[in-house]
């Protein structure tokens, strides 16, 4: 079974950093993109960054760009959000996902792990 | 950016009801449109992905149509189980924007 297994949210102050990780089973992610997709509290979905699995090709929101960083560990089968300078903005369930189907529609999703900055 | 417009932004209705879901982009689209089904506490589920193909696992009482910058969602009989926060996406080009949700509940 395809699965995405996040960890990494936690409470944090204002200003501060957090890396998210997020652990991939049963598909080799290299072959992918993907993805971070937030949702605030009670409300909607929103892109956060993409990578191209082997690395060639980063994508940021305009919202987080500068302040995080995605990557990948295709040895660990692992991505990485590091997220720095946090805001009570970013305050959100942040979803790995992989963008698997045509076209890139996002065919699995993790269970998302709470970021709250406070 | 593209924006993606979704209406109603919620409804209610009766089981067996015919549901339909609209969504609109601010630009043309080709192809790259893509419908998710979310229920409370949990994530979202790919259900359609370019305009109208099936997830696999999908139950076929789900369609997607629509072209250019209209597009549907429409579920054709609706059961209980499918009270949930329905959600359009495009994958056309970054920023990979959602429409803003339309909450369905079942009368």
């Known amino acids: 079974e395809e699965q995405l297994v996040e960890s990494g949210g936690n409470l944090v102050q204002p200003g501060g950093s957090l890396r998210l990780s997020c652990v991939a089973s049963?598909?080799?992610?290299?072959?992918?993109?993907m993805q971070w997709v937030r949702q605030d509290p009670g409300k909607g979905l929103v892109w956060v960054s993409s990578?191209?699995?082997?690395?060639?090709?980063?994508l940021y929101a305009d919202s987080v760009k500068g302040r995080f960083t995605i990557s990948g560990d295709n040895a660990k089968n692992t991505l990485y959000l590091q997220m720095n300078s946090l805001t009570v903005e970013d305050t959100a369930i942040y979803y790995c996902?992989?963008?698997?189907?045509?076209?890139?529609?996002?065919?699995?999703w993790g269970l998302g792990t709470t970021v709250t900055v406070s | 950016d593209i924006q993606m417009t979704q209406s109603p932004s919620s409804l209610s209705a009766s089981v067996g009801d015919r549901v339909t879901i609209t969504c609109r982009a601010s630009?043309?689209?080709?192809?790259?449109l893509n419908w998710y089904q979310q229920k409370p506490g949990k994530a979202p589920q790919l259900l359609i992905y370019?305009?109208?193909l099936l997830q696999s696992g999908v139950a076929s009482r789900f369609s997607g149509s629509g072209s250019g910058s209209d597009f549907t969602l429409t579920i054709s009989s609706l059961q209980p189980e499918d009270c949930a926060t329905y959600y359009c996406?495009?994958?056309?080009?970054?920023?990979?924007?959602f429409g803003q949700g339309t909450k369905l509940e079942i009368k």
């Open positions: 990578i191209y699995s082997d690395g060639s090709r980063t």
């Open positions: 996902v992989r963008a698997g189907a045509r076209n890139y529609g996002v065919d699995v």
């Open positions: 049963g598909f080799s992610f290299r072959k992918y993109w």
């Open positions: 630009q043309t689209m080709i192809n790259s």
């Open positions: 370019d305009v109208f």
């Open positions: 996406q495009q994958s056309r080009s970054p920023p990979y924007t």
